[in-house]
């Protein structure tokens, strides 16, 4: 796994052993990333279920001016923490689980959820950053789950923009219509 482009363009990131955490495939990252080229410099940028931190880290590297690490084990956590650093970031790495994390988050440009995708944290997810309006106008959040999955937006000023599958995975594009 390695950082696509931008300012640590090449970068290998760790990666953990074993099947606990599942990162996104370089083929999905760089669709997704692709998608959203044009979007991140500047941006703040929020990572939730960030296993490995490669999304967060992405953003960065593509000129993002901030990014907020969550995911609820400390192995992955302290992962985080030594990516950022080996690409020489400055971000936050939060070891807590999401959901508790957004009922009390600011707003954010760019939110990436990509929960493990036998649970229902992504509708979760979702449904709070909806209700407490964590996103900014014009704001964009991308989705990872499995392709069967149907997501639910209950704002008017939340949009579906794209869906695409790779393969087993669903890449849902989201955003928030300014007002």
């Given at each position: 796994?390695?950082?696509?482009?931008?300012?640590?363009?090449?970068?290998?990131l760790?990666?953990?052993?074993?099947?606990?955490?599942?990162p996104t495939?370089?083929m999905?990252?760089?669709?997704?990333?692709?998608?959203i080229?044009?979007?991140?410099s500047?941006?703040?940028?929020?990572?939730?279920?960030?296993?490995?931190?490669?999304?967060?880290?992405?953003?960065?590297?593509?000129?993002?001016?901030?990014?907020?690490?969550?995911?609820?084990?400390?192995?992955?956590?302290?992962?985080?923490?030594e990516n950022?650093?080996?690409?020489?970031?400055?971000?936050?790495?939060?070891?807590?689980?999401?959901?508790?994390?957004?009922?009390?988050?600011?707003?954010?440009?760019?939110?990436?959820?990509?929960?493990?995708y036998?649970?229902d944290?992504?509708?979760?997810?979702?449904?709070?950053?909806?209700?407490?309006?964590?996103?900014?106008?014009?704001?964009?959040i991308?989705?990872?789950?499995?392709?069967?999955?149907?997501?639910?937006?209950?704002?008017?000023?939340y949009?579906?923009?794209?869906?695409?599958i790779?393969?087993?995975?669903?890449?849902?594009?989201?955003?928030?219509?300014?007002?």
């Amino acid at each position: 796994m390695r950082v696509i482009s931008g300012t640590a363009k090449g970068r290998k990131l760790k990666t953990p052993k074993g099947y606990e955490v599942r990162p996104t495939s370089e083929m999905i990252k760089e669709s997704i990333f692709s998608a959203i080229q044009f979007e991140i410099s500047g941006k703040r940028v929020l990572d939730l279920f960030a296993g490995t931190g490669q999304m967060g880290i992405e953003a960065l590297s593509r000129g993002a001016s901030e990014a907020v690490f969550i995911d609820s084990s400390k192995s992955s956590a302290l992962l985080v923490k030594e990516n950022i650093e080996a690409c020489k970031f400055n971000a936050r790495v939060i070891n807590t689980d999401a959901i508790s994390y957004l009922k009390q988050a600011e707003k954010f440009d760019i939110i990436f959820i990509d929960p493990p995708y036998d649970t229902d944290l992504a509708e979760k997810s979702l449904e709070i950053i909806q209700n407490i309006d964590l996103l900014c106008d014009g704001g964009i959040i991308i989705c990872e789950t499995y392709k069967e999955k149907d997501l639910v937006l209950v704002r008017d000023d939340y949009e579906f923009m794209s869906v695409k599958i790779h393969g087993r995975i669903k890449i849902t594009r989201i955003v928030r219509n300014t007002k």
